[in-house]
Each structure stands twice: as C-alpha cells, then as structure tokens.
C-alpha cells in the first residue's frame, strides 16, 4: 500500500464479500422454489426473495466499485484520499442503510414498507431493480455524492491519469443515471423507458467505464507493461462501449410501446455491442502474454483473465444470442434472458470486482501477495465457482428454448405452467449447479484465512 | 495497436463518440415521447387505472410476473392477461390466492378490496391495449 488512506478500501471489500454470501444464499432458495413453488411459502415468497438477491447484488457490487476507487484513486493520483473519514462515515451509512433495507423486505409487508416510507409522496417502488424505499434511494445519492467529492477533490489536487479520470467519471454517470430511479410516471411506456436509463446505461453504460479503469489497474500492476500501451487500449475500449451501448439500449424499446423504428436502431447497435467486450479478452490476455514481470499474486492474474473471457461470454455472446428484435420477439422476458442476466453479471461485474479483491486485498493486509497455499485455494474458488456459472447458464439456456417452443412457437401453444412444469428437470439441475457455485464461493471466504509462507516473485 | 494511432487519439474518439451518441440518443428520445400518444393507449390511463398500477408496485407483483416481457419469470405474463382471462377471472383469481396445492408455486393472498380489485382490472385494460408491435406471439404470453 503506497498510501495510508488506502486502507479504507478494506472494509468496503469485506462488506462486498459478506453481501455476496447472502445473495447467493437468497439465490439458492429462490432456485428450490422454481421447482419446490410453496416451498418457505408463505414466510419468505418468491418476489421477496427475489428483491433480496437482486438488491443485493447490486449493493455488494457497489461496495466493490467504491472500494475499488478508494484503494485506485489515491495511487493513480500520487497522493494521500482527500477525507479519508467521509469515506469510512460513509462505508457505515451505506451498510446501516442497506442492512435496514434488506430487514425492511424480509420483515414487513412491501405495501406496509411502502406507506412507511414515503412512497405516498413520491412513488418510486416495486419496479425490478428498483424496489428500495424512497430514504434507501436519497441514501444512495448521498453515499454516492460524497464519493464523488472525496475522489474528485483527491484527483483535481493529484496526477490525471487515463485510469482515474475514466473510474471517476464511470461513477458519476453511474450516480447521474440513477437520478431517472426518481421519475416514475403513471403512463407505464415512459415508465418503462425511462426506467432502462439505469439499468441498461448502467451496465452497458457507465459501469463498463469503471470495469475498464479497474481492469486497466490490475493490469498494469500485474504485468508491468507500459502504461501508454494499457490507457490507450482502455480508451479504445470504452469508446466502443459507449458508441454501441448508448443506442444500443433500443434492444429494450422493441416490444413497450415505442415506435418501431427502435428495432431497427436497437438490432444495428446493440450488435455491435460485443465487441468492446471481446477487446476487453483480447487486451487481458495480450497485456497478460507481453508482461514484464512475473507477479507473485497468480490468483489476480487469473481473475484478470477470468473476466476477460466471462465477460464477453455473458454479456457479448449471450447478449447477441437475443438481441436481433426478431430473435427477441420470441425471447424477450423467457429463462433465455435470465441465463444472460446471470452469465453477465457474473462474467462482468462479479468478476471485476473480485480481481480487484484478489489483488488489492494481500496488500490491504500487509503483503504482496498470499500464498501459494491460500492462492491455490482461491483458484479453486475461482474454477468451481466460473464453471458453476457456466453450466447455470446453459441450463437456463435449455430451459428457455424448451419454453419458447412450448408455449410460444408451438402450433398448440401452452399454457406458462404448464410449460414450466415440462422444463422442470432443467431447473433441477440449475439449483444443484447453483450448490457448486456455493461450494465455491464457500472456498473462497476461507481462503482468507489460510495461512503459510508468502508468496514471492520468480 | 500500432504506434501511430497515439492515446490521445484514442481519447478523442471517445469523448467525442460519447457526446455525439449521447445527443442522438436524446433527440430519438424526443422522438419516441411525441409519437407515443400514438401507442400507449393513453386514453384509457384513467384515475382508476392510475391507481391501479399504485397497487401494482406496491404489492411488488413485478417480483414474481412479467408486464409486457419485463420483470420475473416466475408467474404469468400480466401484459395481455385482460385479454387471456378477462375482468371477472382476474378478480376472482386475485382474491382465492393462496391456491395451496402441494408443491405448486403460489401467490400471496394481498386482501384487497373489491375497490382495489376494479382498479387492477382497470390497469391491465390499459395495459392490454399499448400498441407492443403485436407482441407476444400468442395469448400465453
Ligand atoms: C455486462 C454487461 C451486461 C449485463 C450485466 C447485462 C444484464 C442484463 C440483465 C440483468 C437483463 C434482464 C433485465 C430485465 O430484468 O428485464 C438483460 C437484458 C437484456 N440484455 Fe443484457 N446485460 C449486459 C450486456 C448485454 C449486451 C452486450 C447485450 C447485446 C449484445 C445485451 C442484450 C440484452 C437484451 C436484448 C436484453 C433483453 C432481454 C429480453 O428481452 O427479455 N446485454 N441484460
Ligand atoms: C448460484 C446460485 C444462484 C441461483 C440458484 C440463482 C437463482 C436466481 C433466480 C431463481 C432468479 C429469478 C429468476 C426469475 O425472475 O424468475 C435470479 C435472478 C437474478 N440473479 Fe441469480 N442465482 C444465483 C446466482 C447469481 C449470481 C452469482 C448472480 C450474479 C453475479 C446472479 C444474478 C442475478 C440477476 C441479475 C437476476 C435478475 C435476472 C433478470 O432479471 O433477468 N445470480 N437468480
Ligand atoms: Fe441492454
């Protein structure tokens, strides 16, 4: 750690980490109830579940993203975090805030929650994604702007480079882009559209922004490859993100009530949005084969790649897979869009995060790198839980074709249970996945706690 | 990359790609809100069905269905259920939950009145009748 302030990174990492644990745990019942479908019913119902896995997810991934900038921005800026205390005041109203808010779901009744909170006065609620309470939303703005002030305050007084300058502006456009969580209008086509300005500009937005910084970082301090080369390739990268994804979000404007015209923007960009995803392989792997050191810290270097490659599978294959508008007319809201859902998230965020984890973390803690009995650990972590995610993708992929076909191609077409209850065997097989994935996941919590002699350079 | 496409190059393609996409973006969004009336059945967003929808996201019923192909893949889709069921099913339907069979998914039971009920029914009419470019493929949803 070059800078002391950098420490703060710790405890948003540990937070991340613990999130992770219950989403997936939430994950794995939600997976029993698709085929189990009263199981823990009435205590815990499906779409409660399903608010406490989704939530979740995106509370650890921004726990990660904010540790990611706090460890980032004071080394790329060559000096010490602005406040190092807002950032730590901040780490505790963020989780005090999204513990109550995942109490909130479990314990009270989403209709009661809602009046409690003001949901009366600004109705902002029970939309996917966006289920949190209005004082959650407010929360998130502050946490969000006082990041942002602590990082810009850091970087305008320190050295600008390409990798602080894209982080931070990732994570203002991710807090500009939740503004629109704020307008809810009673006409549910602008709803609607509206509504993807967080989500699609999100992750095929803003946050592929803060994905090239944090993997450019990594990169740099794994390989030792010349940072011309790496800023250059990371500008490349989120260049195409955004020429392809900001029209790109047309592949949601097919079937909502909008003009027709966005099947034909929708199809042509989003198309193309693959291919910063596949420059994100090609740029992991060439920098990875060009380094000029051999780093101590392997189980980095494999999620650096494990990344490169999940995340082109999840979100640039299994995106394109469904995003032409006439694939989409049959797709659109099937087991096929929960397969790439998970693949990319997964491939993308989840595994961003953790290689900034693996790498930052033995170093949080006192050393370069862990060793080579911890390290072999997490690499196992990594296999079981990337291979997990593989196969849950395939088998939702399965069960997806198998239900369009049922009950949307079909001459006699099914009805949805029914359907469901045909492509029940594929389920079955995804929870037993999703106990590999756990398994995993399990793995990798405990080997921060294994021990043994460091791990040094070759 | 080779040597003569430098990064600040690079950076310019971006900054400038970024705000030329983003104001297109913008100005097909324009577009899209003048020609809506047009499609999104706004005549039959009445008082009631407004309410209705109030009820719609407060009971978190996105958590287990989709509307209009967005949502959960849990429950039916809801878009077209007006057409698929009609008025008198969707009531009935709503207020019999839990169907309790063994082993079946279940949907709570929300104890809404008869008041609330007619303004859900009025939400679906109004959804039913948004121009989706005829999706789905078919009534099932
Ligand atoms: C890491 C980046 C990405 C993530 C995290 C992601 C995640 C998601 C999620 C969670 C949904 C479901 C949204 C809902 O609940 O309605 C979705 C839908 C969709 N995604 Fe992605 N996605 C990514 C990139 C892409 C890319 C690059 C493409 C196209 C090439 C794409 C194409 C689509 C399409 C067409 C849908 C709509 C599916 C439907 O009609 O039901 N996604 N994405
Ligand atoms: C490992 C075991 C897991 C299981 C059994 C599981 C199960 C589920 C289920 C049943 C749903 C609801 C699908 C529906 O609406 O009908 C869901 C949604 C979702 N899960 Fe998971 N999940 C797991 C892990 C993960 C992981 C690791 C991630 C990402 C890192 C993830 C991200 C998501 C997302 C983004 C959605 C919303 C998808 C959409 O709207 O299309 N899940 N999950
Ligand atoms: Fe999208």
């Known amino acids: ?458 | 990359m080779s040597s003569a496409f430098t990064k600040s190059a690079a950076r310019n393609i971006f900054y400038g790609g970024a705000v030329f996409f983003f104001l297109l973006l913008v100005g097909l969004s324009f577009d899209t809100m003048q020609t809506l009336p047009k499609r999104d059945n706004r005549e039959n967003l009445n008082e009631s069905a407004i309410r209705g929808k109030h009820i719609w996201e407060t009971r978190n019923c996105i958590g287990c269905h989709t509307l209009l192909g967005e949502g959960a893949y849990f429950a039916p889709e809801l878009g077209n259920v007006y057409t698929r069921r009609g008025p008198d099913f969707i009531k009935a339907w709503i207020q019999s939950q839990p169907t309790g069979v063994p082993g079946r998914r279940q949907m709570p039971n929300f104890n809404l009145t008869d008041a609330q009920l007619d303004d859900l029914v009025e939400f679906f009419k109004y959804t039913a009748g948004i121009d989706t470019a005829k999706w789905p493929p078919n009534i099932e949803g």
């Open chain 1, 1 to 458: 750690m070059k800078y002391q302030s950098q420490a703060v990174a710790k405890p948003y990492f540990i937070a991340a980490i613990g999130l992770f644990l219950g989403q997936i745990l939430f994950g794995l019942i939600m997976g029993l109830q698709y085929v189990v479908g009263d199981y823990l019913f009435p205590a815990i119902p499906f779409n409660v579940a399903r608010m406490v896995h989704t939530n979740l997810l995106i509370v650890w991934l921004l726990f990660g993203f904010m540790g990611a900038a706090y460890y980032l921005i004071p080394e790329e800026s060559e000096r010490e975090l602005y406040s190092p205390k807002l950032a730590l005041a901040m780490f505790w109203i963020f989780l005090v805030a999204g513990a109550a808010t995942i109490l909130g779901y479990l314990l009270v009744p989403y209709a009661t929650l809602a009046e409690m909170t003001g949901n009366d006065i600004l109705a902002t609620m029970g939309r996917e994604f966006l289920e949190q309470p209005l004082p959650t939303k407010v929360g998130i703005v502050i946490v969000a702007l006082a990041m942002l002030f602590n990082l810009s305050m850091t970087v305008l007084k320190g050295r600008k480079t390409a990798i602080n300058l894209v982080m931070l502006l990732g994570l203002w456009g991710l807090a500009i882009f939740f503004l629109f969580s704020f307008y809810n209008p009673a006409n549910l086509v602008k709803d609607k559209f509206y509504w993807w300005w967080v989500v699609h500009l999100w992750v095929e937005g803003v946050w592929e922004l803060i994905m090239g910084a944090m993997l450019a970082f990594v990169l740099i301090k794994v390989t030792g490859v010349d940072r011309e080369v790496i800023e250059k390739w990371l500008y490349i990268i989120i260049a195409m993100a955004l020429i392809s994804g900001l029209i790109g979000t047309g592949h949601h404007y097919y079937w909502i009530g909008t003009p027709e015209y966005w099947q034909w923007w929708g199809s042509v960009f989003s198309a193309m949005e693959p291919i910063p995803f596949f420059m994100m392989t090609l740029f992991a792997f060439n920098m990875v084969n060009r380094r000029r050191r051999e780093h101590p810290n392997q189980a980095a270097v494999l999620w650096a790649l494990g990344t490169g490659v999940m995340a082109f599978l999840g979100a640039g294959v299994w995106g394109f897979l469904h995003t032409l508008a006439p694939v989409n007319f049959y797709t659109h809201g099937s087991q096929i869009t929960a397969a790439h859902g998970h693949m990319a998230f997964y491939g993308a965020y989840a595994m961003v995060v953790l290689t900034m984890i693996s790498y930052t973390m033995p170093i949080l803690r006192g050393r370069e790198a862990n060793s080579r009995k911890a390290q072999v650990m997490e690499m196992w972590a990594f296999w079981l839980m990337t291979i997990a995610m593989v196969f849950i993708t395939l088998f939702l992929t399965a069960a997806g074709i198998l239900q369009i076909w049922l009950q949307r191609i079909a001459a006699e077409p099914m009805g949805f249970m029914a359907a469901q209850d045909q492509v029940a065997l594929f389920y079955w097989m995804r929870e037993i996945t999703g106990l590999v994935f756990f398994t995993g996941l399990t793995l990798y919590i405990v080997s921060f706690f294994v021990k043994g002699e460091e791990a040094r350079a070759s």
